[in-house]
């Protein structure tokens, strides 16, 4: 029988012998049953700034602690400034990111950053939260 290289969760080993394949298995197996019930979960991606909270898992927006309405295109766009962690981003990789195609108008992203700061911004006309980046985007602060 050649020999063959066998690789699980322990580390890798060559196996020569019948024998030792078997006891490598089942030493694999133990393993397996042991930690079928341990999740092995990425922690949730949530962002925090202040009053503002956004879960870009579970799709929730929370202001002061509480949930606000959102609407998928505007959350889109906010999930997108999330993983940029705070750098700008560009208006047109913005909205292609967030909808995968280009916008209506040169006004409808405007419209959509507009309406979020709205609703998480304490003075919309003075944002906080999502910062016009000059002749450039926007960035989540």
Request: proline share 6%; no cysteine.
């Amino acid at each position: 029988m050649g020999e063959a290289i066998v690789s699980s969760v322990m580390p890798v080993r060559r196996v020569r012998k019948t024998d030792e394949a078997i006891e490598l298995l089942t030493g694999v197996i133990e393993n397996l049953k042991r930690d079928r019930h341990r999740v092995i979960a990425e922690p949730r991606k949530i962002w925090h700034s202040g009053d503002l909270e956004i879960d870009t898992e579970r799709w929730v927006v929370r202001l002061n602690g509480e949930p606000i309405r959102v609407p998928r295109k505007e959350f889109l766009i906010l999930r997108v400034l999330v993983e940029a962690n705070g750098a700008p981003v560009p208006r047109k990789a913005l909205w292609s990111r967030s909808s995968g195609d280009t916008p209506n108008s040169s006004r409808s992203l405007d419209a959509h950053i507009w309406s979020l700061r709205r609703k998480i911004e304490k003075d919309p006309a003075n944002p906080t939260h999502i910062i016009t980046v000059f002749r450039h985007g926007y960035r989540l602060e």
